[in-house]
C-alpha cells in the first residue's frame, strides 16, 4: 500500500513540474513535457511497468520489483496529474501573478506561495481521484513480482489452490481501504478549505 | 542467428501477429465499450431517477466494481465460475468483467448529464406537451450528452487501455502478444516500444478529437 501513496507522492512533485514545464518552459523542455505526459496518457500502465521490468532490462538494468513498480506509477500518475495541474494553473487568473510579482516576490515565490496553494484547492477533488486511481494500479504490482496486497494474495493462493476465497478477501480490502481514504479526504478537506 | 537456435529474432511477419492481437484488443474493447455504455446509461437513469432507492441498491453496487482493482475483479470472475460448475474462455469472462466495470464507470457520467439538464428546462418541456419520453430524447439528450462526452470518451479510453490486463486470464490480446514475442526474441526493449506505439496509435487520435470537440462545443 506504502507504494501507492509513494508514487502518488512523486507523481504529484514531477506533475506539477511537468505542467510548469509545459507550459513555462523553453521549446525543448516543453516538448519533452508534452511527450511525457501523451505517452503516460496513451498507453495501459500495464505496458509502462513491463517496459520498466523488462524493457530496461534488455540493457542489463534490473531493477528490484519494488522500483518498477514505483517508477512505472509514479511515471504514470505524473503524466495523469499534469494535466490536471494544467488545468488549475489555468484557471488562475493571470493578474495573480501579476499583482504578486509587482509586489516584488521573484518567480520561485510567487509560485510557491500564490499559485500553487490555489491551484492545489482547485485540483483536490481530481488529486484525491487519482490517488484511488493509484491504489487500485498499485495492484497490477502483483504481475511484476513484488508483493503488496494483491501480490502477497496471488502467493497465498497459488500455495493453498483457494484462488477465489483469498480474492475475494483481497477485492474486500481494496474497497475497504478506498472507501477509507474518501473519508479521510473529504474530512480533510472540510478542514483544510473551510473559511 | 542459426535457424537451431529456439530464439529468433523478430520478423517481419511477427508485425502480422501484432496486429492480429491488436484487433482482438480493439474487439474486446469496443465490445465492452458499446455495451456497457448501453447498461450504464440504464443504470445513470436509473440512478437519477430512483435517487435514494438507486443510490443504495444499484449505487451501492456499481461502487463496487469502481472501488476494487479490475485485475482483483477479472481474476475473481475467472475462478468463480468454475466453482458453480462452467467454465468460461478467458475472452468471455474478460468482456464480461469490462461490460461491467464500463457500465459502473458511464453510470456516474450518465447520472451527470441527465444532473447537468437544468430542472426548469425539464419542467418548460413537459409544459410545452412533451411526453416524459419525448422530453428525454429531445432536450435531456442533447444537452447532457454535450456536458458529458468528454468524460465519455475519458471512460471509453481507459477501457481501452485496461483490457490490456484481460492478458492475465490468458486471453492472447495486444500486451500478451508482446509477452509471447519476448519470450520468443528475448528482445523485450523493442517490442515494448512498437506495442507501445501499437496502442498510443490506438488511443491518441481519439483524445485529440474528443479534445477538439470540447473545445469545440465549449465556444458554442
Known amino acids: 500500500m506504502e507504494i501507492a501513496v509513494l508514487a502518488m507522492v512523486v507523481g504529484i512533485v514531477l506533475g506539477l513540474g511537468l505542467a510548469i514545464m509545459r507550459m513555462q518552459g523553453t521549446r525543448p523542455l516543453a516538448w519533452f513535457a508534452v511527450g511525457w505526459i501523451e505517452l503516460a496518457r496513451n498507453t495501459p500502465a500495464l505496458l509502462q511497468l513491463f517496459f520498466f521490468g523488462f524493457g530496461l532490462g534488455a540493457f542489463g538494468l534490473h531493477l528490484s520489483p519494488f522500483l518498477i513498480v514505483l517508477f512505472g506509477l509514479s511515471f504514470n500518475n505524473a503524466g495523469y496529474l499534469a494535466e490536471t495541474f494544467r488545468g488549475g494553473f489555468n484557471a488562475i487568473p493571470a493578474t495573480q501573478t501579476r499583482a504578486a510579482r509587482s509586489l516584488g516576490m521573484t518567480q520561485s515565490q510567487t509560485y510557491i506561495r500564490i499559485i500553487i496553494p490555489q491551484v492545489f484547492r482547485l485540483v483536490y477533488h481530481p488529486l484525491t481521484n487519482q490517488m484511488v486511481w493509484s491504489v487500485l494500479m498499485s495492484s497490477l504490482a502483483m504481475l511484476v513480482g513484488f508483493r503488496e496486497l494483491a501480490g502477497e494474495t496471488q502467493f497465498l493462493a497459488s500455495k493453498t489452490y483457494r484462488i477465489f476465497e483469498f480474492f475475494l478477501v483481497t477485492a474486500a480490502i481494496y474497497y475497504v481501504i478506498v472507501k477509507l481514504f474518501l473519508a479521510g479526504a473529504r474530512l480533510l478537506s472540510w478542514r483544510l478549505f473551510r473559511y | ?220
Open chain 2, 1 to 220: 542467428m542459426g535457424s537451431s537456435s529456439v530464439f529468433t529474432s523478430f520478423q517481419f511477419s511477427d508485425f502480422g501477429f501484432l496486429i492480429e492481437a491488436a484487433g482482438r484488443t480493439l474487439l474486446i474493447s469496443v465490445l465492452a465499450i458499446s455495451i456497457g455504455t448501453v447498461f450504464g446509461c440504464i443504470f445513470g437513469w436509473i440512478l437519477s431517477v430512483a435517487r435514494i432507492v438507486g443510490a443504495v441498491t444499484l449505487g451501492a453496487v456499481l461502487d463496487v466494481f469502481r472501488s476494487v482493482p479490475l485485475l482483483i475483479q477479472l481474476i475473481l470472475f475467472y475462478n468463480f465460475f468454475p466453482i458453480i460448475g462452467f467454465n468460461l474462455s478467458p475472452f468471455e469472462a474478460g468482456t464480461i468483467v469490462l461490460i461491467f466495470y464500463t457500465s459502473s464507470l458511464v453510470a456516474a457520467v450518465a447520472r451527470g448529464g441527465i444532473d447537468a439538464v437544468p430542472e426548469i428546462t425539464r419542467r418548460a418541456a413537459r409544459s410545452l406537451g412533451l411526453s416524459y419520453w419525448q422530453d428525454m430524447r429531445y432536450i435531456v439528450w442533447p444537452i447532457g450528452l454535450r456536458a458529458v462526452l468528454p468524460s465519455w470518451a475519458g471512460v471509453a479510453l481507459g477501457v481501452l487501455k485496461d483490457s490490456a490486463l484481460v492478458s492475465v486470464l490468458g486471453y492472447v490480446e495486444l500486451l500478451r502478444a508482446s509477452q509471447i514475442l519476448i519470450t520468443r526474441t528475448q528482445e523485450p526493449f523493442l517490442i515494448l516500444i512498437i506495442v507501445g506505439i501499437f496502442y498510443f496509435s490506438l488511443s491518441f487520435p481519439i483524445s485529440r478529437l474528443t479534445a477538439r470537440l470540447e473545445r469545440k462545443w465549449h465556444y458554442d
